[in-house]
Nanobody, 116 residues
Framework: QVQLVESGGGLVQPGGSLRLSCAAS????????MGWYRQAPGKQRELVAA????????NYADFVKGRFTISRDNAKNTAYLQMNSLKPEDTAVYYC?????????WGQGTQVTVSS
């Protein structure tokens, strides 16, 4: 049974940090590209960051460059998103996604709220 379980979301003040985790099971994690997406109320889901299967290549949306870092630990079947210098506009549900040609899996999402 394929599962992607996000954790680490919560309420944080502007300028604060959070680290999201995405624990994978039921598939060969190490051969999938992993991505983090987010969806704010009334907006479309958007890509935040992605990392190659081996972890040697990353890309980021312009709105998070220099603030967020994506990483993965294939030995632990887990992907991470370190979020620093959070802004109110980062408030959204954050989802992880495992991606391979003709085969994608989504997690259930974790809420991140940035507010004072």
């Amino acid at each position: 049974q394929v599962q992607l379980v996000e954790s680490g979301g919560g309420l944080v003040q502007p300028g604060g940090s959070l680290r999201l985790s995405c624990a994978a099971s039921g598939f060969i994690f190490s051969i999938y590209v992993m991505g983090w997406y987010r969806q704010a109320p009334g907006k479309q889901r958007e890509l935040v960051a992605a990392i190659s299967s081996g972890g040697d290549s990353t890309n980021y949306a312009d709105f998070v460059k220099g603030r967020f870092t994506i990483s993965r630990d294939n030995a632990k079947n887990t992907a991470y998103l370190q979020m620093n210098s959070l802004k109110p506009e980062d408030t959204a549900v954050y989802y992880c996604k495992a991606m391979r040609i003709r085969q994608d899996y989504w997690g259930q999402g974790t809420q991140v709220t940035v507010s004072s």
